[in-house]
């Protein structure tokens, strides 16, 4: 945070970072033997290792090299050998399945290696094709079964005379000779050998016992009966034996040791013998040929310099994977879905003796430190955007549930250099993953990960005479594989920007350039968002039969006193939204169009409050689902089979509600999932009814988090995650366009352009063992141009003092729900997680929580945070861009920092930047 800007300094670190240009960038090919330049432009050198195929980039302006894979991990890496090893060298890993079995490829070992790659100029850059998976396996290289003559014929290519001795001495000679007789007797169970030989002997070359002569004829009857495709070897006839009559044949021993093996594997590769070779030999005898390797893809990257950024894209027209090819084993068609494909996994990798931290998207924002000992818990992974809920039910409710990735970002620091990496395109398909060293290998690394075909195991229950209660599974797959692009840009920072807080500038500049962000409108107080809940439904009895009712919390009247109230107290800019208006309470009915729920008051009453709230310079934002189908009547034209989103199982998706004390589902609180392909005739539908009541802001609630596909068998009907993401995109800028503003829950990045307000903006990061802090990185990036408030103070894990606090870190708006009617009236219902709520027992915590946010923040709530960081355990300091700074305590005791006193608990505010 204090960064050193003394004049002196700077000259002599422009001078040090010439000279590191100078001798870095110019003799890279030096300093890296193998490596030539592919591109260059005024900030970045793009250097290919066309042999190894992997690139580094030079920062002409730090001196940086940034390397896609590291440059010493024949030395550094220690944890893992062989295969593994070697699969650091790689840029990409496919993942795949046989049948319900999950496998692996990378392009090293399975495409480089093996010499099937290309690489060819582009602008900018240059272009991989790889095709990755042998198109031969080793074992296709060498003949079971060959001619003598032909075999001697491969011998005299051989030079060295121990190789022929070596490989003529891994094979056996015999011939079907006519007339000849055999001095040693022997059979093979099946086969009657007189009836089958007729007039021939079956005569050895070598000197061989009786039981190594059955075990030779027994191996050769073996290749025929499978190359006929018989059941049995007594099923061979004398004719499918007759290409051996009289011919000396040799046969590849049945006791060759494996190294040996592989050992005769290289040597017939090495001497141009082919897999067709094979085939003409085996085919000679009746004997099974080699067939092709069925499970062969093809994957193509891109990589180019665009002003200070590196791209990185796989365009997805490249990716071919075998789909319904034939097999001539099985005699039959088979597929091998290629699902995932992980993309510069090792691209900055950081080794042991790093010292720095992996940034992750989770929630808020969240730190891995390098080489933070943690090689035993699990490698992080969360899908950009949250779980698609249409892939299967939550079966089970997780703390992880709480939060999710809001933004497709990542970046690594390295010492006094880092970088941050946006996905572009293919987010809504995007993982992000990180590991840290010991774990999978001895790297530091972060990297993203893209669903190719969607895919979900399926779990059955059966019962039977063999398989009783018994839980059997499957894997079922997107109809469609995903056909758009994935991109990653990586930036590149260094000195005292090469940080989280540099990541969020950047970023957010990233952001206003792409979208043309405007700032936020400081005008007036520190603005409040109040929630105020409307109505909800109960089940009561009504003339002794249970029923589900609607319960009016607060009416529009009620809504009215509550913000005549907040007024006179002197909170003069609140933005309100009101939950349950609509027909049914909080789970409303379909919204095609306005509905009212009468409970809560008429359409005049409800005119009567925007006139209010419109006359006090208040902001009004009604909520509405358009993503759950809360409250299903006969009469809806919601049709569950035509409008709901399918599972990958394909049955009509649902949201599962948990039962907190068990984590279990609860069977009849299911919520179906309103299909994406839905959206814009809903959304137009309900707003051209709106837009009559003058309203001009509207919530939009779950839309800004929840993205989720429509599984539809029919591949034309399928929607995909990243067309559901450009579908609500498309959306909420046409409900924009109309001139309505709009608010969302903790929104995705997509969304950004067209939000006023964020609430329940994430606070913390709720991810895995392997995290080991939160930073505000989310409300870094959306600071000064969209207002966000946490989760509601009244309803927060948090008690107020730390609640404050946090506000007062991350910038956030106060936010509170509040109802008219007693907290009882949602007490063993479905909505006691409202569990304090009413408004009158509030009102003094609300307005003293909301003064005291207020005299810190009314003058920088509208501004970027333009750094933050943490000056001891617990304790932060977030400056704005005026220079002002807050320290934020969250122990119970006094620190010291920055030679200043910060009480337990408190913080303090530094009103310039000047003075610390």
């Not at 790889?130 to 003598?148: A, C, F, N, R």
């Not at 090689?375 to 299967?392: E, F, H, I, K, Q």
């Not at 049955?651 to 068990?662: D, G, K």
């Not at 609300?846 to 501004?863: D, P």
Request: glycine fraction near 6%; charged fraction near 20%.
């Amino acid at each position: 945070m204090v960064r050193i800007k003394a004049a002196v300094f700077a000259l002599m670190l422009m001078s040090i970072t010439a000279v590191i240009l100078t001798c870095a960038a110019g003799s890279l090919a030096h300093v890296l033997p193998g490596f030539s330049m592919a591109a260059e432009n005024e900030y970045l050198q793009l250097y290919l290792n066309e042999e190894l195929v992997e690139f580094a980039v030079v920062d002409k302006a730090s001196g940086d090299i940034w390397f896609s894979n590291p440059p010493d991990r024949q030395e550094k890496e220690t944890v893992v050998g062989g295969t593994n090893k070697l699969r650091l060298n790689s840029q990409l890993t496919l993942t795949y399945y046989v049948s319900n079995q999950q496998r692996q490829m990378d392009s090293y070992n399975d495409s480089v290696l093996i010499g099937q790659y290309e690489i060819r100029p582009i602008p900018n850059g240059f272009r991989v094709n790889y095709d990755i998976g042998k198109k031969w396996l080793d074992t296709d290289y060498m003949p079971l079964i060959i001619t003598e003559e032909r075999f001697n014929a491969l011998l005299d290519r051989m030079e060295s005379e121990a190789d022929q001795k070596f490989l003529r001495k891994q094979y056996a000679l015999f011939t079907l000779e006519e007339g000849f007789q055999d001095t040693d007797e022997f059979s093979i169970l099946g086969v009657d050998l007189p009836s089958l030989l007729g007039d021939y002997g079956f005569k050895v070359g070598e000197s061989f016992r009786a039981n190594d002569k059955r075990r030779l004829l027994q191996e050769y009857l073996v290749l025929l009966r499978d190359g006929q495709g018989y059941d049995a070897l007594g099923q061979v006839t004398q004719e499918d034996i007759s290409p051996a009559f009289g011919t000396p044949t040799l046969m590849f021993r049945w006791n060759v040791m494996q190294w040996d093996r592989e050992r005769v594997m290289q040597m017939f590769k090495e001497y141009g013998y082919t897999p067709e070779d094979v085939a003409h030999d085996h085919l000679m005898y009746g004997a099974t040929p080699p067939y092709p390797n069925l499970r062969n893809f093809q994957v193509s990257v891109e990589y180019t310099i665009d002003g200070p950024s590196l791209v990185a894209r796989i365009p997805g027209e490249s990716v071919v994977w075998p789909e319904k090819v034939y097999d001539p084993v099985e005699d039959d068609n088979v597929s091998y879905p290629l699902t995932q494909i992980s993309l510069l996994s090792y691209f900055g990798a950081s080794d042991r003796d790093a010292e720095g931290y992996i940034l992750l998207p989770d929630g808020s924002g969240a730190l891995v430190y390098a080489n933070n000992g943690k090689a035993n818990v699990t490698p992080y992974t969360r899908s950009v955007y949250g779980r698609d809920l249409a892939a299967g039910p939550i079966a089970e409710y997780s703390s992880s549930l709480k939060d999710q990735i809001y933004l497709p970002v990542f970046g690594l620091k390295d010492g006094d250099k880092a970088f941050f990496a946006i996905i572009e395109e293919g987010d809504a398909m995007a993982s992000v993953q990180a590991t840290v060293s010991g774990m999978r290998d001895s790297f530091n690394k972060a990297w993203c990960s893209f669903d190719f075909i969607p895919q979900a195991r399926v779990y059955m229950e059966s019962e039977g005479a063999l398989i009783h209660l018994r839980t059997l599974s499957l894997n079922m797959y997107q109809s469609r594989p995903y056909r758009g692009d994935m991109t990653v840009r990586y930036h590149f920072l260094s000195g005292d920007d090469a940080d989280y807080a540099a990541m969020a500038r950047l970023y957010r500049d990233y952001l206003v350039e792409r979208y043309q962000l405007k700032r936020v409108e400081a005008a007036g107080d520190l603005p409040m968002i109040l929630e105020i809940v409307g109505s909800i439904d109960v089940t009561k009895p009504v003339w002794g039969i249970p029923a589900n009712v609607v319960v009016p919390l607060t009416t529009y009247a009620q809504a009215e006193a509550i913000l005549s109230d907040m007024l006179e107290k002197g909170v003069s800019s609140i933005a309100v939204r009101y939950l349950g208006w609509l027909k049914g309470g909080i789970n409303h009915v379909y919204p095609t169009k306005v509905e009212l729920e009468r409970t809560v008051g008429s359409g005049a009453e409800l005119q009567s409050l925007t006139q209010f709230i419109q006359d006090n310079a208040l902001e009004l934002f009604p909520d509405v689902s358009f993503t759950e189908m809360r409250r299903n009547r006969v009469f809806d034209r919601f049709l569950g089979f035509l409008h709901s989103s399918r599972f990958l199982n394909r049955r009509q998706a649902h949201l599962n509600v948990h039962n907190i004390a068990t984590y279990q589902p609860i069977e009849q609180r299911r919520i179906p999932l309103i299909s994406p392909a839905q959206y814009g005739a809903l959304l137009q539908s309900f707003m051209d009814d709106y837009e009559n009541w003058g309203i001009k802001g509207l919530s939009a609630g779950s839309f800004g988090y929840q993205l989720f596909s429509d599984f539809r068998v029919n591949p034309a009907d399928l929607v995909d995650r990243q067309q559901a993401q450009s579908i609500m995109a498309k959306q909420a800028k046409s409900v924009a366009g109309r001139g309505t503003e709009l608010m969302m829950e903790r929104a995705n990045a997509y969304l950004f352009p067209y939000i006023k307000y964020i609430v329940d903006a994430p606070m913390y990061a709720h991810g895995t063992e392997i995290i080991d802090g939160s930073v505000p990185f989310y409300q870094m990036v959306i600071s000064g141009y969209l207002g966000y408030g946490g989760r509601a103070a009244n309803l927060a894990d948090q008690a107020s003092r730390p609640y404050l606090l946090k506000m007062l870190e991350t910038g956030a708006l106060p936010l509170f729900t509040v109802a008219a009617a007693s907290t009882a009236e949602v007490k063993h219902t479905n909505f006691d997680y409202l569990y304090s709520l009413t408004y009158d027992h509030l009102s003094n915590d609300i307005l003293q929580l909301y003064q005291e946010a207020k005299e810190v923040l009314a003058g920088l709530w509208h501004l970027p945070i333009v750094d933050h960081d943490c000056l001891s355990p617990n304790v932060f300091i977030t400056e704005y861009e005026d220079g002002t700074a807050i320290i934020v305590n969250y122990n119970r005791e006094d620190v010291e920092v920055l030679d200043r006193i910060i009480p337990a608990e408190d913080y303090l505010v530094i009103k310039s930047q000047s003075r610390w």
